[in-house]
């Protein structure tokens, strides 16, 4: 029998430290009602009846997906808006050339004005959570307190939120404090601002994915880089994947791929047919926290409970761990819907949109039906290949990092860094073509270091360094790798097959020194292998000159050793 609610202190008796300031919110922000998130299966119905009644959730059709909601955001709100993200460090030169920056007085005070009596009428939701496994030394906890019961529906998936977290909170000490407002939803009053050195972000004006879910992009990214880097280790844009041999050893790989660039399919790759014997199993899909082991690895663990995963392009052929698992208990957000209630997006073969991610009729002419960057959330304990080993609370010993962009040339479908030193200058060369996961132009091919761009906390000069710090400290140090599985043909057409096809190039590295790539079974051209391998070096020569000129912008913070290793790629391609 569940213990009786009344036996338990009540959450707002467990943290001084969290109550107190749960108090100077209130009192700025002015709600009607305070309610502290306990986690229980019973809160999350409850919330759930309320956002029907209240017209902001639909119940999708409950015989092909029981437990399935549709979210309909502002059409002005879908994706992340890095020119309204700030790192607000009291030193601009801390937040680098790689962020916007304000000073964080000031932005406390242009927040404030923005935040004051905003939660007139509302209910503040006061939400402790954990990123990574309860019991783990490695995980990290925050509170966040927001003014959207569909904010709460999504943290209480993607992250290990309620009493137990706030029990944690009470014996730590420390806490990332994440304020969150929808504010009016106006996009020119909109902010997502974060205080590294006070461990604090405040989100106005958005209630969309990485704007507003905190633990995940802003937490667990952002503010922990920061705490990274300090204390020892790596914060990453990376999923986590296990791979077993057909000898049945396992390795994990780390995959850093900028958003809507493949993460959570090759998170969740099954293997093809041609490829008997293997076995895979997911252990995150969006991010890694690495830590150096006192056996010489590098180990990881996923901050995340559950996925925000991009809807369109899953299908039973893609991705069918992913389609099979978004059935049930799946909160799915701007998706289209069919006649009888079905969610409904681009990459389905089966059913016909009748409304589209706006509700209104379906019309071809007004572009897709599902927008772009529509998202399922579902806990990770919904997909049928969770690693057994996900919530082991030392994480998994990382094998090979792998670093890839959405590039439709110059960048081959594989490569090898020769040591740490050349893989971290791979990692900061990583450029990709934009995509629908932030707002403004999309295919634009810019610079993501690391997959890091929109994410990392601090100065990429001093990321660096830390990464080549780190790198000194492990005596076994994963290999380093590079891919691109988006490279296409003169007609724009894909000249890799992609999806489960790309456990090929996994396990190619994972075997290495027995030789060549397996391409048997693989209907992939003699010619299209030749393109997707080919280094063209008049193309690279101009690649390394832009990567010259984009590391000097990085001036005495960017590492010595780092434009040593560009000079000598310079010399070994001229
Ligand atoms: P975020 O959640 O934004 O961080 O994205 P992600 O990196 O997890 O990307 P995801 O796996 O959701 O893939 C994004 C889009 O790329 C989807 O439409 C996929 O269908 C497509 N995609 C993923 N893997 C491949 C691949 O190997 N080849 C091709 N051609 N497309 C892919
Ligand atoms: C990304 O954009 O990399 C995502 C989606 O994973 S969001 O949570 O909106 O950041
Ligand atoms: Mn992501």
Redesign the pocket.
């Known amino acids: 029998m569940a213990t009786a609610a009344h036996a338990l202190t009540p959450l707002a008796q467990l943290s001084r430290a969290v109550a107190d300031w749960v108090n100077s919110v209130r009192e700025l922000t002015q709600p009607h009602a305070i309610h502290w998130c306990e986690g229980t299966d019973a809160e999350a119905r409850e919330l759930t009846a309320q956002l029907l009644r209240g017209g902001e959730l639909k119940a999708l059709n409950p015989e092909y997906f029981p437990g399935c909601y549709l979210y309909r955001s502002a059409p002005s709100d879908v ?2 808006v890095e020119h309204l993200t700030y790192i607000c460090t009291r030193s601009q030169e801390d937040a680098g050339p790689n962020n916007h920056w304000m000073d964080p007085q000031q932005a406390h005070a242009k927040m404030r004005e923005l935040f004051r009596g905003c939660m007139r009428g509302r209910t503040l939701y006061v939400i402790p959570y954990c990123m990574g496994p309860l019991d783990s030394p490695l995980a990290r906890c925050g509170v966040e307190i927001t003014d959207s019961a569909y904010v709460v529906l999504n943290m209480l998936i993607m992250t290990r939120a309620g009493r137990p977290a706030l029990e944690r909170i009470a014996r730590d000490g420390g806490f990332v404090r994440g304020l969150h407002s929808v504010g009016e939803l106006d996009p020119e009053r909109r902010f997502i601002m974060h205080f590294p050195e006070e461990l604090a972000i405040e989100s106005f004006g958005s209630g ?4 507003a ?1 905190l633990g ?2 802003c937490h667990a990214l952002r503010i922990a880089s920061w705490q990274a880097r300090t204390e020892g280790w790596l914060a990453e ?1 990376m999923l986590i994947v296990g791979l077993q041999n057909p000898r049945g050893e396992t390795h994990y790989l780390a995959c850093a791929f ?3 660039c493949g993460k959570t399919n090759l998170a969740m790759l099954i293997p093809p047919d041609s490829l008997p014997g293997w076995r895979t199993f997911t252990v995150g899909d ?1 991010i890694a926290w690495l830590h150096p082991g006192d056996d010489g690895r590098l180990w990881a663990i996923n901050p995340e409970a559950g996925y ?1 995963g991009v809807v369109p392009g899953t299908n039973p052929e893609t991705n069918r761990n992913a389609y099979e698992m978004i059935h049930r208990d799946t909160l799915f957000t701007n998706v289209a819907l069919t006649a009888d209630s079905q969610p409904w997006w681009e990459g389905l073969a089966t059913g016909k949109p009748v409304l589209d991610w706006q509700g209104r009729p379906y019309d071809p002419a007004r572009g897709p039906a599902a927008h772009p960057n529509s ?1 399922f959330t579902v806990s990770a304990r919904r997909n049928p290949g969770y690693s057994p080993h996900a919530e082991d609370a030392r994480g998994v010993p990382i094998s090979a990092l792998v670093f890839g962009g959405r590039r439709r040339e110059v960048a081959p479908l594989v490569y090898e860094a020769r040591d740490w030193k050349h893989g971290v200058l791979v990692g900061a060369s990583l450029a990709s073509e934009t995509t629908a ?2 707002v403004g132009q999309v295919g634009v091919t810019r610079r993501d270091p690391m997959a890091m761009q929109p994410f990392c906390g601090y100065n990429f000069g001093d990321y660096w360094q830390h990464w080549l710090d780190i790198g000194a400290q492990l005596a076994r140090a994963p290999r380093i790798y590079h891919v691109n599985w988006f490279r296409r043909d003169a007609h724009g057409k894909f000249l890799w097959p992609g999806y489960g096809e790309n456990l090929r190039v996994l396990a190619w590295m994972l075997e290495r020194c027995a030789g060549d790539l397996d391409t048997h079974g693989l209907k992939v051209g003699a010619d299209a292998l030749a393109a997707l391998l080919t280094v063209d070096a008049a193309l690279w020569r101009k690649e390394l000159a832009e990567m010259r000129e984009y590391l000097g912008r990085y001036g005495s913070r960017l590492p010595a050793a780092l434009l040593a290793e560009l000079e000598s790629t310079e010399q070994r391609l001229a």
């Open positions: 994706a992340r969309y994915g990485g704007n879910l995940k992009k844009h900028p958003s809507a969006d925000f998202r996961a932030a």
